[in-house]
């Protein structure tokens, strides 16, 4: 018997290290200066599972961020780097050049097979179909983020921002306040006025359930990324995990559909919103698109309505929690807001902000701009190339798995010296022409609407408090989950304001 257990282990590890040497070969030749011992994998494999058994929180996922910096670093004179992804080969992109080359690339277009896993919730809308049907959807439904809505949005975004402040000004007497929650809560509320024109109430602690429900539904997909075992639909279909997240589905699409419903009624009866006929939210686009150019099914409506309150609340929240996290971890630089804040908008610490204001407000563009180059919400994204293709001379197969890191890219030192120092002068107006492009790719495309939204959220709590992050950046660790997440809750004083 131990005879036979000995052979059999004997020619399983022979059987792994050939298919780890043909992997090799196979990728060598194409990304040639990227070579990859056989020992050296072993020995990533061993370390990965000392590190993720090593029983410290999140490890699996600080090992990921470790794995990518490490890797990043020791390649950083070549424009990308290839490692091995649970069988899967996959090649990251981590510099400017390289990004610019791959992003103007016209035959990828495809979204990496990742991106299926989000298709139980999402259904096919615009972060999860196809190449074919994906720059006409993006067309019509730039729609709903045309300048004449912005108002209306920034009206939502105001009066969300300004119950945080309330909810806030409840915490001040506390040592410290984890803000992630009240952050996701809040940011939830706005995507579903903005997106669906309903107040869900999630701040109060209103729609509990279908909060509940949609933030499983999001985890679940993710960690589909790490357990390749479920990569298989016909395996994942048949899991545990998919049987528990049926409720998940059931509560979330009936929340969404339910609304559709609602608002398709009014919309059918002549009534968008305030007896005009002008869209008031996305959903508003939608309806027109469903029912009037007959372009949409109903659940087409359904997907890109959770699509873009998915893809729309989460974002939002971190960036805003990593940029509380930040300044209030440096005085001089919230000084420096402050004093912004009380200049353009005067002793009104309550009123809303309109574009004119945020205009204004040059110095915490900067600051903002150096929070999302250091903590980018979306780490990574990724795509399959549909055909082979050269990037920066290098080849690329078809049907290879590419990741734009904009962490890392953020993270090139030949463009942002010392780059985990953080200094919001690095976006003054003088140093903006020595930034390449596609060196910063926070969006990967405009998305005046986030980046509006966070400013309003870090403009009105700002104004009403003076921060102090307790914890320092060795302990706070960003690590990727969907979005770049922290390894532990961020802390954070709040103090009413002395003015
Ligand atoms: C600070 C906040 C945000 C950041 C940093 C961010 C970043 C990104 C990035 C990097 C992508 C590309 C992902 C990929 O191609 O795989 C993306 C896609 C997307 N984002 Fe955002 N986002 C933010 C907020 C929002 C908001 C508020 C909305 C909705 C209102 C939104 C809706 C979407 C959608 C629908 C996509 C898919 C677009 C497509 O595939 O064409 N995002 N976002």
Redesign the pocket.
Known sequence: MIFEIVVCAFIGIIAVLAILTLWRMKYSRFVSDNKHSVFQVLLDVMDSILFVTSGKKNALHLYIAKYFTEKSKKFKQYPLFTYWLCGLQVITIHKAEAVKEFLKEKKIIE?SDFYDFFTPYLGTG??TCDSSQ?KGR?KMLAAGFHNSMLKGYLTVMNEHAQKLVEFLHEETHKEFTCVERPLSLCSLDI?GES?LGVKIGALQNEGEEYVHSLHKLLDVAMSRIWKFWQWPDFIFYCSNTYRQTLPHLGIAHGFSRSIIKERKLWYMNGKTGDDSRKPKCLLDVLLKLHIEDQVLDEEGVRQEVD??IS??HE??AV?VKWALYLIGLYPEVQERIHQELDSVLGADSKGHLWVADLNELKYLDCVLKEC?RLY???AL?ARKTSEEISICDYTIPKRATVVVS?FLVHRDEDIFPDPEKFDPDRFLPENIPHIPDCAYI???AG?T??EM??KVLVCHILRSFSLHSLDSRDKVLPIVKITLQSSQPVRIKFRRRQQ
Do not use: D, Q, S
Request: aromatic fraction near 22%; proline fraction near 14%; glycine fraction near 8%.
């Open positions: 979204k615009l972060l994906w993006r995507a997106i699509t873009f893809a729309g974002t939002v960036a999302y980018p919400p979306g994204f904009p926070p969006f990967a998305h609407f986030a939204e966070v």
